[in-house]
């Protein structure tokens, strides 16, 4: 018996928007290849004709008639004879603009299918320009342009949502976003018959995005049996976007070819040799497929008496064998995909090299990797023959004709220029750091100081107002402070682009570099960084990726999905609490943090161990006895753990405000407007100009929101007695064995107040106490706020306290910083009243109902509240000669006695 086996090809393609010409000749070259590798059908990516990042072009008519101008050469250079080609551009039909794939075949025309659903999110704004074909079923005639018509010979085409009936075959397109959509084309298409279907796709690079478009791809034909090919783009194609590449092909369920994810290739040609009967033999075999299969409509066919199958005998023993996928590491994808990035920005752009001011620090060290390991790409990509690689290496590195291109720590030395920008308040640590590494990377490296540079600037500040600003360590106030360390900042910006143009004249050489940024996505999140510093850049390849280890969801079985609960999951997982049911487990990401000793070890850069190693500080304020070193988690007031899950929450889960963190983020919202354009890496990304789209003034003390967070606070503690609102519902309960009143439901509405404010400046007394036995500087804090915020406010001042910014603590003898949280001793405090209010009631039901406050405030005074055990209150030593053993000394507690 003849098996129909047929040879297919897909492919990866570096296109790059509106570079007609180059596309065109990559087009081709794809072409020839799958040709020559016997393929009888190939496939290419999303709009691959003009690039898909053409964005507001796509308007311009120009770009539609020079997509249908390239495609004539295609016809008329006799690359379609005896090969069915599926390219992907843009198409005008009935005054309508439609994202297509155009089948030709043997000089003609045979089917333009326009995409049914269009990508609106995230980093895609296709109906900006796009619109989707909403006749499902339907093929209308579509007039071709006339140079078309004179080299086909035909006047018109079918146009629509249709698929090919071929001698031996049915096949049919959908385009890149049409796989992830709930009702995905290729259900329906498989349930009718269709044995090939083909994605030319437009997906960029996103940490850990390989494993859901894989799996998709996989359960595309598991369900339904079937051969999915799969294009894309891969490279930068003139934006903030890396295409990630990995065509492949899967047959039933089974991945049987896959391509490289990151690769200094142009053109990457997918084969697979697949067996058709094999597709039916798996359908008929699902009892529930066929019922549901035997009751689907027929598509649209456009009858092609072409043969895919060669019928050449014993090629079943060249079918492509099933095999495992291939990820990599999220440390692999930071030094793959940004280096990848950077080669072709910086072989497109023009320049000579790049330039990075490198403090030693984690994010600038990390950055210097990346470029590190974007030499080692072009050195293996031209020991490997990459013709085209070469050259722009060899143009680029300004190598001599008896030169070769061998060695990555040579080729860093023609084009990366790193220098570390020193001042008083630096470290010999850092600058050490810094050259090591350079010294490893390869990079020509300079050493200067900045102090020069900011001793003018202050020298003509004092000129023009009489006052010499001084910093905090030197009893300076808090601007004076700030504005000390952006001088210092900002100065290094502008020192860096006059070394990025003239360092290469001043070394003999010709052109300029790019300068690179280096702030990573948190940073930048949480505003971390002084407008115009270094973070303003050319191009930032870290701009997009997490710093250090968000606690993150990654599922258990099978390991790379995520679990469908995700904004429940990270809100409790944020409370260390996991939340009932979750299938979820916590795995500690830090991707730069990682990809750093990652790259020590596996890129030879031993030096990221150290820097590693070290706590992320700024080196913006002077080091003074008795005062600890300036850090960056201290300076934000919270952690890089912290701002990871904040992103997500904010982004990923889509929740509102989350108080402190965003009234960082609203204060600082206006520096996301100028960010340097960063690559796309984590999908918590606050870049404004493309994936996040927000306002940039805010009323930053959010009083609605955070009215409605203290609301919720309240109610879900008093509820509970302290506990997390899901063990509440579960036990049913309280401590105490019974429910617990609100505090305002003991008295009557005229002494409500009064009581509750009695209750919370008791309560914190109670915590005051627990405190100075557990932690004093928790202790010492809260004692010098209530100073100013009298807890007699009652929830007045609880809600003060839970918008105050996490507090750093310096022992002035150990140097050793403390952390205080006012948040939790906000909810302590709460759990506490809500305590005492239930003893209350139990203690004096009969002067509570009556509002007697004068007996309320002696039973506080007389009684010490135990919690969990109500009924062994006995009055003890009284609050009042208790409290004159307390070195606590402030007038609130005497104003609460």
């Known amino acids: 018996m003849r098996r129909r086996v047929a040879t297919l090809a897909t492919c990866n393609l570096n296109q790059w928007a509106m570079d007609f010409d180059g596309n065109l000749r990559r087009i081709i070259e794809s072409i020839e290849r799958a ?157 009718a018959g269709v044995e090939i279907i083909s994605n030319g796709s437009g997906s960029h690079h996103q940490l850990r995005k390989l494993d859901t478009r894989l799996d998709l791809i996989n359960s595309a034909t598991a369900k339904a049996g079937g051969v999915y090919l799969y294009a894309n783009q891969q490279g930068c194609d003139g934006g903030r976007l890396y295409y990630d590449g990995c065509a492949c092909v899967a047959v039933n369920g089974q991945l049987v070819a896959q391509g490289s994810q990151f690769s200094l290739s142009d053109v990457e040609v997918v084969t697979a040799v697949v067996d058709l009967d094999e597709v039916v033999s798996y359908r008929v075999a699902i009892s ?51 280096a990848a990035w950077l080669w072709d920005y910086l072989r497109r752009c023009g320049a000579a090299g790049f330039l990075l001011p490198l403090s030693g620090g984690a994010d600038s060290s990390a950055t210097a990797a990346i470029v590190g390991s974007m030499c080692q790409l072009v050195v293996k990509a031209v020991a490997a023959g990459d013709a085209l690689v070469l050259a722009d290496a060899r143009r680029i590195g300004k190598y001599g004709d008896a030169e070769t291109v061998t060695d990555p720590q040579e080729l860093a030395s023609r084009l990366f220029t790193t220098v ?90 010709s052109g300029w570099l790019l300068v690179l940024g280096s702030a990573n996505v948190d940073e930048a999140l949480r505003g971390y960084l002084t407008k115009y510093d270094c973070s303003a850049a050319d191009i930032n390849p870290i701009g997009g990726i997490s710093k250090a280890g968000p606690r993150r969801l990654a599922a258990l079985q099978p390991a790379r999905r995520p679990c469908p609960s995700t904004s429940a999951c990270l809100s409790a997982w944020f409370l260390t609490a996991k939340p009932a049911g979750c299938c979820c487990t916590l795995r500690s990401q830090g991707d730069l943090k ?197 807890p007699l406010d009652g929830d007045k001042f609880i809600s003060e306290l839970m918008l105050e910014a996490p507090a750093a603590l310096v022992d002035p003898y150990s140097g050793q910083t403390h952390m205080v949280n006012p948040t939790q001793l906000a909810s302590g405090v709460l759990a506490v009243r809500k305590e005492l209010a239930g003893h209350v009631a139990k203690q004096l039901p009969g002067a509570v109902q009556a509002g007697s406050v004068g007996v309320l405030r002696r039973h506080l005074e007389e009684h010490t509240y135990v919690s969990g055990n109500a009924g062994n209150d006995a009055p003890r030593t009284s609050y009042r000669n208790n409290r004159r053993q307390q070195r606590t000394g402030s007038k609130w507690q005497e104003a609460a006695n």
């Open 420 to 509: 570390y920008m020193g001042s008083a308040n630096s470290s010999k640590e850092t600058r050490d750091r810094s050259a090591l590494l350079a010294s490893q990377v390869g990079s020509y490296h300079m050493d200067v100081s900045i102090d020069s540079i900011v001793a003018s600037l202050l020298t003509l500040f004092t000129t023009v107002t009489g006052k010499m600003p001084r910093f905090r360590a030197d009893g300076g106030s808090p601007p004076e402070n700030l504005a000390l360390q952006n001088i210092q900042a900002r100065l290094r910006m502008v020192l860096a682009f006059l070394l990025a143009q003239l360092s290469p004249w001043a070394r003999g050489r």
């Open 288 to 338: 529930s497929l066929r019922e549901q299969a035997s009751a689907i409509a027929a598509p649209a066919l456009v009858e092609v008496p072409f043969e895919l199958c060669t019928g050449k005998p014993g090629r079943e023993a060249q079918v492509s064998l099933p095999m495992e996928p291939r990820y990599h590491l999220p440390e692999e994808e930071i030094a793959l995909g940004p």
């Open 594 to 790: 990682r990809f750093l000793r990652w790259g020590a070890t596996h890129l030879g850069y031993a030096a990221l161990a150290s820097v590693e190693a070290a706590p992320p500080t700024a080196e913006l304020e002077p080091i003074r006895e008795g005062t600890a070193p300036q850090t960056d988690e201290v300076d934000m007031g919270m952690t890089y753990d912290d701002l990871g899950v904040y992103g997500r929450l904010r982004k990923m889960a889509r929740c509102g405000p989350v108080k402190t963190f965003f009234r960082f983020y609203a204060i600082n919202r206006h520096k996301a407007t100028v960010l340097t354009p960063s690559y796309h890496a984590e999908s918590y990304s606050p870049d404004d100009n493309r994936f996040d789209h927000r306002q940039f003034l805010y009323n930053v003390v959010w009083t609605w929101q955070f009215r409605r967070i203290d609301e919720l606070a309240v109610a879900a503690l008093g509820s509970t007695g302290g506990a997390p609102p899901a063990a509440a519902a579960a036990a049913g309960k309280s401590d105490g064995g019974g429910p617990i009143p609100e505090a305002s439901s003991l008295f009557e509405d005229d002494s409500t107040q009064v009581v509750i404010r009695c209750l919370t400046a008791r309560a914190v007394q109670k915590v005051l106490l627990s405190l100075q036995e557990v932690d004093g500087w928790a202790a010492r804090w809260l004692n010098t706020f209530c100073a100013t915020h009298p």
């Open 35 to 191: 040709r020559a590798a016997g393929a009888t059908y190939r496939v290419g990516p999303e709009l691959e004709v003009p690039g898909y990042g053409c964005e507001d072009h796509f308007l311009e008519l120009d770009t539609v008639e020079h997509s249908w101008e390239a495609l004539t050469e295609i016809l008329r250079g006799g690359h379609t004879k005896g090969l069915l080609c599926d390219v992907g551009m843009p198409v005008v039909h009935r005054g309508v603009l439609y994202n297509c794939r155009v089948f030709m075949l043997d000089g003609r025309i045979l089917l333009i299918r326009p995409k049914l659903h269009l990508a609106n999110d995230g980093n895609y704004r296709e109906p900006r320009y796009f619109s989707t074909w909403k006749h499902k079923g339907v093929l209308e005639d579509h007039l071709l342009p006339p140079d078309v018509r004179t080299i086909t010979g035909q006047t018109m085409c079918p146009f629509g949502d249709g698929a090919l009936r071929l001698s031996d075959a049915l096949l049919a397109a959908e385009t890149c976003e049409e796989l992830f959509t709930p009702q995905a084309p290729h259900i329906s298409l498989a349930l």
